[in-house]
Structure formats: structure tokens, C-alpha cells
């Protein structure tokens, strides 16, 4: 089975910098996601990792250890139209055809000016 | 541009009344997920179609059932709707082809917001 935790809730003010961290125990692994998703809205794609390290997109990079369990999201120059839930959600090993996910609960970021 | 549509967005039914909610998509991708997501949970996994196999989660009700037609479209029939089951549905798609997972991810629809009174 997964298991997956991030915490509920975080604060920033805008401008600043935001890491989200999410550990997963499961079975198997074949890659970690990371969702954005705004109220009542669809998730959206921001990022995948499946090596070690880093992996930088702009305002938004996200990290893997998979020896760990861990993730982190980090949200840079934070702008108030990031206020969203942001979901990390793991694929199990053997499921990469239909890249089926399981997903954690969300951190819902609140950007304050 | 709208690449998973789902209608309608939002949806009343009344408890006991069976109610369909539609998802098509324009990817021409292979796999189509239904998810519930409740609210400020997790979305959870319902069940999948890789192209016409169907693929149901082992804790999923069987008041749940779904319908691919053809590769465009996919359906969610709750057959008989409690005050439990009032979420957003989301629709999702993927390619679907093992060993290429940069292609692998999931793209959503809106979803369709089901209010049971």
C-alpha cells in the first residue's frame, strides 16, 4: 500500500519562499508528482521526479530522495495567485502504463500580501 | 483548446436517483481515470479504463460503474446516489505507454460538482 504526508496548511507572504515537504512509504516507486490545484478547480501538472535531485521549472522546483522517502516543492518570489492547494502524489512500481496515483491529502498554501 | 471536458459541472440529483456524469476527451489518450474528492481531501481513485479494459479499485462501492463507449468518452453511473457521495468527480487522462513516464501524466477535467439532496 502508500502512504503519503504533507502537512495541511502553510503561510507565506508574497514575495518570499515556501517549501512543501512530503514523505511517502510504499511498496514499490515509480515516480513522485507534484499537483497545484486552486479552489473548486481541476489539479494541474507542475512537476515529476523520478531520479535523486533536483528539478527546476521556472519559480517552482521540486526534489526527490528516494533512499528517504521525501519530497519538498519550493515556491519562489511568491505571487498571490499561488494560493492553492498543492498535492504530491505517488506512482507504484509497475503501474507506469496507467500511471496510476496515489495521492496525498494537499497543503493548502495561503500567500498573504 | 479544451482538451478533458466534463459536464455538467454542476450537478443536483436527489438521494436514490440515479444520476450520470460524462467525460470526453481530445488527447486521444489510451487511459481515463475517474476520481472523488471530497472536500479538502485527497482525490481518490474510483476506478480506470486502459482503452476497453476496465480496471476497478478494490474499495471502490458498487454503487459506482462506468462506461467507455470509445476512446473520446467515459461515463460515471452512481446508481443510486447517498448524502455520502455528494463531491467533485474528476475526470483525468493519460498516454498511457509504459517506459515513456515524462508522457505519463495525468490531465484533468474541471470536474462536476455533485450535490445529493
Known amino acids: 500500500g502508500q502512504n503519503i504526508d504533507q502537512p495541511t496548511e502553510m503561510t507565506a507572504t508574497e514575495g518570499a519562499i515556501v517549501q512543501i515537504n512530503c514523505t511517502y512509504q510504499?511498496?514499490?516507486?515509480?515516480?513522485l508528482f507534484w499537483y497545484q490545484q486552486h479552489a473548486g478547480e481541476a489539479p494541474t501538472f507542475l512537476s515529476y521526479?523520478?531520479?535523486?535531485g533536483l528539478e527546476e521549472k521556472g519559480r517552482f522546483s521540486s526534489f526527490l530522495s528516494r533512499s528517504k522517502g521525501y519530497s519538498y516543492l519550493l515556491l519562489k518570489e511568491l505571487q498571490m495567485k499561488d494560493s492553492a492547494s498543492y498535492l504530491c502524489a505517488v506512482r507504484g512500481r509497475g503501474e507506469a502504463a496507467v500511471n496510476k496515483l496515489t495521492f496525498g491529502g494537499g497543503t493548502r498554501v495561503l500567500v498573504k500580501p | 483548446d479544451a482538451m478533458v471536458i466534463q459536464n455538467p459541472r454542476y450537478q443536483v440529483t436527489q438521494f436514490g436517483k440515479p444520476v450520470t456524469l460524462s467525460c470526453s476527451q481530445t488527447l486521444n489518450h489510451n487511459v481515463m481515470y475517474w476520481y472523488q474528492q471530497k472536500s479538502s481531501q485527497a482525490p481518490k481513485l474510483l476506478f480506470h479504463y486502459y482503452d476497453k479494459d476496465f480496471n476497478n479499485e478494490a474499495d471502490t462501492p458498487d454503487n459506482f460503474q462506468s462506461r467507455r463507449p470509445n476512446t473520446s468518452f467515459c461515463f460515471l453511473d452512481i446508481r443510486s446516489p447517498g448524502l455520502g457521495d455528494a463531491a467533485m468527480y474528476l475526470c483525468a487522462t493519460s498516454r498511457g505507454r509504459a517506459g515513456n513516464p515524462l508522457g505519463n501524466e495525468q490531465f484533468f477535467g474541471p470536474g462536476t460538482r455533485l450535490t445529493v439532496l
Open positions: 521526479n523520478v531520479l535523486d
Open positions: 510504499t511498496s514499490g516507486f515509480n515516480g
